[in-house]
């Protein structure tokens, strides 16, 4: 019988991987508590038209990527799974009440997010992205706050040579002027485009900045730049922003054909890239949207935020040989041989669970020799051995099996003589 296989663009964590995933999200949990962000977790599945009011229905994201679940019978609202955070954010910051407390209110998430598209170097079409939201404030400290926060985490992780893309892209009074000018340059140019950028021209023109066709980015070094066609509040936006980041030492550099692939943004856009990942080098992006929670239903109200795919953030941190979460080795592992009651074992790795520290057992019958070896396997930093000379002793014989040396120990002491050589509180009876 054939084996059924994951779906493709997706993968499994592993025990021996998932110590890299814990470590990461434990990181990025304490940066984001210690500036002030609360955890967030919405449903996997959220309603469609979510998505295609707030992403923008000429996105790949709404076109080509959802996934789309569909009711038994076809009636019903279309559910699709979660292919971004900020809208899903906002539909919580309403629906739970949230832009009635403390403003501003700063919010992030570590969840996974469905994409159908073609799998990349550390882009998978389920990945987990970590994303940071700020509701109720168009400060520019805002923006600067949220990007220091991701290269603080950066920085704490050990990576160097980060670079900040940073641009911005106007509001919707002074954008119309820059459609019109992103027009007049593409329209005669128009047959040279690929398929989707010729379909963009017309309804999104914004969206032909952020096309990665190689024939078309020969187009884009000479288009108009956002930043020539700012209003005089989003200019003095931009330039209060980079004071800011000037002002905490961060270097950037500005880039006036970043765009978004989002229609929600507003002002502000920025990637964070790294070098030694080709082609496939941001390993964040983000910026403000103004207008977003006011397109749902919510008040006038600012916003600015981020994401990061961690399987990214994983393969950077593997490229610049910065090792992360080892797993941990077992503390114990109880062998019994001879005429020894095995749940006599069980016990006894019970009464250390309890206490504290890890332990396991045999639960194949093996041979002492057996017992050993897979002790090491695992590995375990010391084997318990209880045979029938021990047990009539009330001993244990305990092996390290990093060193070798072994010695016997009472089984009434040996919690407290475990955790005293593993330097781990502990003690008590067995």
């Known amino acids: 019988m054939e084996r059924i296989q994951r779906p493709r663009g997706t993968y499994d964590v592993t025990p021996a991987d998932a110590p890299r995933w814990q470590a990461l999200e434990a990181r990025i949990r304490d940066v984001a508590r210690r500036f ?134 106007g509001c919707p009074r002074c954008r119309p002027r820059y459609r019109e000018a992103l027009l007049e340059y593409y329209r005669p140019r128009a047959g040279a485009l690929c398929a989707d950028c010729r379909a963009r021209l017309e309804t999104n023109p914004l969206r032909l900045l952020d096309c990665k066709d190689p024939n078309d980015q020969i187009h884009k070094e000479g288009a108009p730049r956002t930043v020539d066609y700012l209003c005089d509040e989003c200019r003095e936006h931009f330039a209060a922003l980079r004071a800011a980041l000037d002002r905490l030492g961060y270097s950037y550099r500005l880039d006036p054909g970043l765009v978004r692939g989002l229609d929600y943004y507003t002002r502000t856009v920025f990637e964070i890239k790294y070098g030694g990942l080709g082609a496939q080098d941001t390993v964040c992006g983000g910026g403000r949207y103004d207008g977003l929670i006011e397109l749902l239903g919510g008040p006038p109200t600012p916003g600015v935020g981020f994401g990061m795919g961690l399987e990214r953030l994983l393969l950077t941190l593997e490229a610049s040989g910065r090792g992360l979460g080892e797993p941990a080795p077992l503390d114990a592992f109880i062998a019994v041989t001879g005429g020894v009651d095995r749940l006599r074992a069980l016990e006894i790795a019970q009464e250390l669970r309890r206490r504290g520290l890890s332990a396991d057992i045999d639960h194949l019958a093996r041979s002492l020799k057996a017992q050993l070896r897979a002790a090491s396997r695992y590995p375990a930093r010391f084997a318990v051995i209880i045979g029938d000379e021990e047990a009539a002793r009330g001993e244990a014989t305990l092996r390290d099996l990093v060193a070798g040396a072994e010695e016997r120990v009472p089984l009434a002491a040996l919690p407290d003589e475990l955790a005293r050589r593993l330097g781990k509180q502990g003690g008590g009876r067995v």
């Open 36 to 169: 002030g962000f609360g955890e967030l977790r919405t449903p996997v599945i959220e309603a469609r038209e979510l998505f295609q009011r707030t992403v923008g229905e000429s996105t790949d994201i709404v076109q080509k990527e959802m996934y789309v679940l569909r009711s038994h019978g076809g009636s019903g609202r279309e559910l699709v799974l979660r292919p971004e955070g900020t809208a899903a954010a906002v539909r919580a910051y309403l629906e739970n009440g949230l832009h009635n407390g403390p403003q501003p209110a700063k919010l992030f998430y570590i969840q996974p997010m469905f994409r159908h598209e073609r799998p990349q170097a550390g882009r998978y079409r389920q990945h987990v992205q970590f994303g940071v939201e700020v509701f109720g404030s168009a400060e520019p400290t805002a923006d600067a706050e949220v990007m220091a926060l991701a290269l603080t985490l950066f920085q704490e992780l050990g990576l160097e040579g980060l670079e900040i893309h940073l641009n911005s892209i």
